[in-house]
């Protein structure tokens, strides 16, 4: 039997290979690349935290159900262990036999204690003594002192303390701790020695009298999933607070440890943090790169890609060059936009500023899924309600990992007079979507803004993302229904023009789908997403395929299709696209969706289970033509054979395509100065 679907998790792996690649390539800047290695990282800590502990929790409640692809919850434990391992020994060979030896020749080391000349030591036990031993806590293990509590990603040094005098001997921790940066500087600003080498020299002082017999780093991951159940939940808000604090105490489902450490501490941290040896990690380097984020953070513009600075729509700045405000804009025709390559804070913002500000303004309404830290569009919310307009957020608390930011802002924004809602029971509310009601000359007009990304200043500089701004009257009204709906209390209604999950979105786009078998060869399909794992949407590609139609998939992360299988998916391609930007917008388009036309659909939504069925989210067609030729553009560069890109085989392995030198073939920048070169002409 042909396979027909690739296992979720360990596509998801391959992604991550796929970003740990940009580390090795050619033509990307040296800090650039360390930069990529270092989110590597980041991004197995948090696959660890949520997939596998998810896996771990089925194989302890003996759920026997199989993946779609057809594994046991064990049996991806089993293949997970193997392909992380091959990927952290890939990884360090990267980055401590190329990437460091390269920044070394470049002037930048990280080096280690024994390496050290007496005057930097010297100056690292006065650092230590002054700034890291006050708040050291060596915890030792006896009959009076219990195995302490490892919080989750914390770096701690394990080691062996002997009493010489009466030969006992013991067991101690102690966490590095984080209130100052990993890497500890050095005079000349270009060598950094890590902080947990320099705890690890001057032990003698945290075990006076003792004898330290050896010592070795680990750090623990634990399940950071939040369990909420929702329809149990009296007060959301004070149900997600009680979930984060009991976060902290998640079981262990990870333990990395330096190599070299004790066959007897490592039996000893396996067995207190109720591990398997499977679960074991061991490291050559130092553990957790993403303390590399500070290398990168350092003023070397030599070592890093010049900057591409974002340009502002052209029909905006015409506007303000002639004292009209956005709104005026979007009455003359519909806006759209393309971050990072245009301006977020001279679209978005700005929308959301001068809403703020405007005293024709009546109402504004916005859904919020990740906000960040500070936020301007945030402020200008209150600024809005502290005015008088009525201001009314849905604040989804269960965006993962950004819970604690959302109780943050829920709670500062309804200091501020804003009407704060959580959405539905049951549901995320992934959907972006902002409504600002206005009192124009001619009467009140509803002027909205729909986007494939978030609502966040930071990413947006970043994440690549398309948003729409239209006060078409269809829209204005489908727009309204969805916040009456997610707001107030009604059941869904027919939307004239919006596709929305989890009501119609699923149908809507197998109908699309299916009306393009229709065509049979002359079919066409494209699609760019983020992920695609829906086993309903993937069976419907491959009924598509075998009627013949052309069907091209762009998919960052994952994607469980096989694609150029003989008789099940001949015609399907599937690529992924990576570079400066994380390429993050939906942008699907059916060559013969609309009559004698293509049709374009960009929103919040990738094919996904969760996003077609358990989440509320937004897609919006797109007619004008200038737009749909931006579109045609943007695709067209991600589909060009002279480009760098992962092109996925039928048997779902990922290969390498295009120049060998990164910078000959970066379709991103290519995409940059055609966008520069429209705003010039």
């Known amino acids: ?27 990307i800047p040296l800090l650039e690349r360390l930069k990529f290695a270092a989110i590597c990282s980041s991004n197995l800590d948090e696959f660890f935290q949520v997939r596998v502990a998810a896996l771990k929790d089925q194989v302890a409640a003996g759920v026997g159900r199989l993946s779609p692809d057809g594994m046991t919850a064990q049996a991806q434990l089993t293949a997970i ?13 990267i980055v401590l036999d190329d990437l460091l030896p390269s920044l070394a020749e470049a002037g930048i080391r ?20 002054s700034r890291v031993f006050p708040v050291l806590t060596p915890l030792a293990v006896d009959p009076a002192h219990p195995f302490p509590y490892i919080s989750n990603l914390s770096l701690n040094l394990a080691a062996m303390v002997t009493d010489p005098d009466v030969g006992e001997r013991r067991f101690a921790r102690v966490k590095i701790p984080n209130v100052f940066p990993r890497l500890v500087v050095l005079a000349d600003g270009q060598r950094f020695v890590p902080v947990e080498e320099i705890i690890a020299a001057q032990l003698h002082q945290l075990f006076v009298g003792m004898v330290v017999e050896e010592h070795a780093f680990f ?32 079981r262990a489902v990870r333990l990395e440890a330096q190599q070299g450490i004790s066959m007897e501490m490592l039996e000893l941290l396996v067995r207190e943090l109720d591990l398997e040896a499977d679960d074991v990690t061991l490291h050559r380097g130092p553990l957790d790169i993403t303390c590399c984020f500070q290398l990168h953070a350092l003023d070397r513009p030599d070592l890093k890609d010049p900057p591409w600075t974002p340009v502002t729509a052209g029909r905006i700045m015409r506007a303000e060059s002639q004292d009209r405000s956005i709104f005026s804009v979007i009455r003359e025709r519909a806006l759209m936009v393309h971050h990072p390559y245009e301006s977020f804070a001279g679209s978005v913002e700005n929308f959301l500023a001068q809403a703020a500000d405007d005293p024709q303004v009546k109402s504004i309404k916005m859904t919020l899924y990740r906000a960040g830290g500070d936020s301007p569009i945030i402020r200008s919310l209150m600024r809005a309600a502290e005015r008088g307009v009525q201001v009314a957020v849905l604040v989804e608390l269960k965006a993962r990992f950004d819970e604690a930011t959302n109780v943050g802002w829920a709670k500062a924004l309804e200091r501020s007079g804003v009407h704060v809602v959580y959405g539905l029971v049951g549901l995320k509310t992934h959907a972006k979507c902002t409504l600002v009601v206005r009192e124009d000359d001619d009467g009140l007009r509803r002027y909205c803004h729909i986007a494939t990304g978030n609502y966040n200043s930071k990413t947006a500089r970043t994440y690549e993302d398309v948003g729409f701004l239209t006060c078409d009257p269809k829209v204005g009204s489908d727009v309204t229904q969805l916040f009456n709906h997610l707001t107030g ?11 929305v999950a989890p009501r ?18 002359e079919g066409r399909i494209t699609a760019k997403l983020n992920s695609l794992t829906d086993p309903e949407m993937i069976e419907v590609l491959y009924r598509a395929s075998q009627a013949g139609v052309q069907i091209q998939l762009i998919t960052r992360g ?3 299709l096989l694609p150029g299988v003989p008789g099940l998916s001949e015609t399907v391609r599937v690529r992924s696209i990576l570079g400066r930007y994380l390429e993050h917008s939906r942008i699907i388009r059916f060559e013969h969706g609309d009559e004698d036309q293509p049709l374009f659909v960009i929103g919040s939504a990738d094919w996904m289970g969760r996003n077609l069925d358990r989440r509320v989210e937004v897609m919006v067609p797109v007619v004008h033509p200038k737009h749909r030729d931006w579109l045609d553009q943007v695709l ?15 048997e779902g392995v990922w290969h390498r395509h295009g120049p060998a030198d990164f910078s000959h073939g970066d379709a991103q920048e290519r995409f940059y100065r055609w966008v520069v070169d429209r705003q010039k002409a």
């Open 1 to 27: 039997m042909t396979q027909r679907l690739l296992n979720r998790e360990l596509s998801w792996l391959a992604f991550n290979r796929r970003v740990l690649s940009l580390a090795a390539e050619p033509g």
């Open 81 to 93: 262990g193997r392909a992380a391992d091959r990927f952290v020994a890939d990884q360090e060979r």
């Open 110 to 129: 990280i080096v280690h204690w024994a390496e050290l000349e007496e005057v930097d030591r010297a100056h690292l036990v006065e650092f230590f003594e």
């Open 219 to 250: 750090r623990v991951t634990r399940n950071a999933d939040l369990t909420l159940e929702e329809e149990e939940a009296d007060d959301l808000l004070a149900a997600v607070e009680m979930e984060l604090r009991r976060r902290r105490f998640g």
């Open 489 to 499: 209390y009604s059941r869904a209604v027919e939307f004239q023009s919006l596709l």
């Open 504 to 521: 119609d979105l699923r149908t809507q786009l197998v109908d699309l789908i299916e009306h393009e078998m229709s065509f049979g060869p």
């Open 558 to 560: 994952i994607c469980c």
């Open 636 to 650: 067209a560069f991600d589909l060009a054979d002279d480009i760098v890109r992962h092109e996925l085989d039928s």
